[in-house]
Every structure is written in C-alpha cells, then in structure tokens.
C-alpha cells in the first residue's frame, strides 16, 4: 500500500514556473515507477511524465517536452515535477501515481494515485 500526497499547485502567469511534489508513504518506493497525470475539467485524464524506479528512463508527451522535467528522490520518497514555460492549456488537476511492473503512459497501468492539486495558468 502507497499514499501519494502532491502539493505545490497555484496560480501562475503564462510564461511562469510551478514546482510540484509528490510524497510517497511506505518503505518501498524505489521499488515503483511514476508518473504524472493531468485532468482538465470536462476532459479525460492524460499523460504528461513518467519516471523509472531509478529515474534512468524518462517519458514525456509531446506538448510538454522541453518544458516539464520529472525527478525522482528516493532517499526521500518524492517525485518532482518542474514546469516551466506554463501555458493557460497547462490548466488542470495534476495527479502522481505509481505503478509496478510494465512502464506506462496509460493511467489504468498506475496502481495508486494521489488527490491531485489545482495548477491554473492565467493568460
């Protein structure tokens, strides 16, 4: 059983940075791929990064590549998103989750999910 916990949603101007974290309960964390999500509202949640156990294989969708960087600390449970260059389109709940076996961009692939937190990017 993992309990994810993000923070550092807000509201941003467009061109702006937001840093969100993602805190793991439990003692087995590097044993979990992650990855990000995001949920407009009225639209299906969708990929934006995934993160192998150990950080060494990194995905990204297309429209955030360049922007948004995935970290991973195990040491300390955490998984970091860092998004620059925000775009009002970046506007969404933004989930981590965590998954075993096959790395996946799909979210029915991720075991445990976090609550979310609200990034609103203001044009």
């Known amino acids: 059983q993992v309990q994810l916990v993000e923070s550092g949603g807000g509201l941003v101007q467009a061109g702006g940075s937001l840093r969100l974290s993602c805190v793991a309960s439990g003692r087995t964390f590097s044993s979990y791929h992650m990855g990000w999500f995001r949920q407009a509202a009225g639209k299906v949640r969708e990929f934006v990064a995934y993160?192998?156990?150990?950080?060494?294989?990194?995905n990204y969708e297309d429209s955030v590549k360049g922007r948004f960087t995935i970290s991973r600390d195990n040491a300390k449970n955490t998984v970091h998103l860092q998004m620059n260059s925000l775009r009002p389109e970046d506007t969404a709940v933004y989930f981590c989750?965590?998954?075993?076996?096959?790395?996946?961009?799909?979210?029915?692939?991720?075991?445990?999910w976090g609550q979310g937190t609200q990034v609103t990017v203001s044009s």
């Open positions: 993160s192998s156990w150990n950080g060494g294989i990194t």
């Open positions: 989750a965590a998954g075993v076996g096959y790395i996946s961009n799909r979210p029915v692939d991720y075991r445990y």
